[in-house]
C-alpha cells in the first residue's frame, strides 16, 4: 500500500495528490472485485479449486514485479534524470503528527478488521452469501467512488476532511456496537469501509506537503510500522475483552480512537509544518 502511495505521488503534483490516490484506489477496487467474482464463478462452477487459485494469484504478484522495473524515476509527474539518495527508514519529530494518525489509524482499523465480519457471522448468524454480498457492495462502492473522494482532499485540504471521517467513524462504529439489528450493522460496515481509504490518502498528502521527497517513501514505510505496532497490540487487548465482556466494548474503544484522532486532525497545518530541510529545499528554488 505505501509502495504504492509513493509512487502514485510521485506521478503527479502537491495539488492534485489525492484525486491520484483515489484513483489508485478505485483501480485496486475494481481488481479486488475482479478477482472476486472469478473465484466465485470458478468455485461455483467448479472450474477452480484452491491449487490454481493461489496459481493465479502467484503469476499475478509475478507480473506487477516484472512490471515495477520499467517503472520511470518521477517527480512531479516528470521524469529525474537521478533517482534521489534515500534512507531506509525516516524518523523525525518534524513529521510526528503523520506518525500519530498512523498509529490511532491502526489501532481502530485493526478491531474491525478483526472483528468486524466475525460479529456479522458469530453474533447475527450471516452466512456466505450476505457476506459475500456485503464485501462486493463495499468493493463496487471503493470502485465507483475513488477519484471524487480523493478529489475531496485536494479541494477542501486534510484537516476538514479527515475530521469529518473520522465522525464517520464514531457513527459508525458506535452503532455497531449499540444498535442490535443486523440491517444497521450491515449499513455501519459498509460505511466505515466505504471512507476507510480517505485516512490513508489523507495522511500521505498531508506527509508530501511538509516532507522533502526522498524522504517521503522512507517516512511513508514508518508510518506502516506504526500501524502494525498498533496491530500487535490492539486486537490481542479488545479480543480478550470481546471474549469476557462482549463485543461492544472493543468498537466503543475504536471510536474513542477515532475521536482522538479528531483532535490530532486539529493540528495539521500542512503550510505551517513545513520541515526544515523542505524549507531549505524550496528555497534553494526560489529565483536569486
Not at 479449486?49 to 502467484?58: I, K, N, S, T
Not at 518521477?74 to 513529521?95: E, F, H, Q
Not at 462482549?246 to 495539521?268: C, D, K, N, Q, W
Request: hydrophobic share 50%.
Amino acid at each position: 500500500l505505501q509502495t504504492n502511495y509513493a509512487l502514485g505521488m510521485s506521478l503527479t503534483t502537491e495539488g492534485r495528490a489525492g484525486s491520484i490516490l483515489g484513483r489508485l484506489t478505485a483501480i485496486g477496487s475494481a481488481g479486488a472485485l475482479l478477482a472476486m467474482l472469478l473465484i466465485f464463478a470458478g468455485f461455483q462452477f467448479a472450474w477452480l479449486d484452491f491449487r490454481p487459485a493461489f496459481m493465479l494469484a502467484g503469476c499475478g504478484a509475478l507480473v506487477a514485479a516484472i512490471a515495477i522495473f520499467g517503472f520511470p524515476n518521477l517527480k512531479d509527474g516528470r521524469l529525474d534524470s537521478a533517482a534521489a539518495l534515500r534512507d531506509p527508514i525516516v524518523l523525525t519529530r518534524d513529521y510526528r503528527y503523520y506518525y500519530l494518525l498512523n498509529l490511532l489509524d491502526g489501532a481502530r482499523q485493526q478491531i474491525l478488521f478483526s472483528f468486524g465480519l466475525w460479529v456479522l457471522v458469530h453474533h447475527f448468524g450471516l452466512g456466505v452469501p450476505v457476506i459475500s454480498a456485503v464485501l462486493i457492495s463495499t468493493t463496487t462502492l471503493s470502485m465507483l467512488t475513488g477519484p471524487h473522494i480523493g478529489r475531496l482532499i485536494d479541494r477542501h485540504g486534510e484537516r476538514p476532511v479527515l475530521a469529518w471521517v473520522n465522525v464517520g467513524y464514531i457513527i459508525s462504529l458506535t452503532g455497531y456496537a449499540l444498535v442490535n439489528n443486523v440491517v444497521v450493522a450491515c449499513a455501519c460496515y459498509v460505511i466505515y469501509m466505504f471512507i476507510a481509504p480517505l485516512s490513508n490518502i489523507g495522511a500521505a498528502t498531508y506527509l508530501r506537503k511538509i516532507a522533502v521527497p526522498a524522504e517521503i517513501a522512507p517516512s511513508l514505510a514508518m508510518g506502516l510500522t506504526m500501524q502494525h505496532m498498533a496491530a500487535i497490540v490492539v486486537p490481542l487487548a479488545t479480543g480478550y475483552v470481546l471474549n469476557f465482556w462482549g463485543y461492544e466494548i472493543p468498537f466503543l474503544v475504536a471510536a474513542g480512537f477515532a475521536s482522538i484522532t479528531i483532535l490530532v486532525t486539529r493540528r495539521l497545518d500542512p503550510e505551517n509544518q513545513k520541515s526544515p530541510r523542505r524549507l531549505v529545499a524550496q528555497a534553494s528554488l526560489q529565483p536569486s
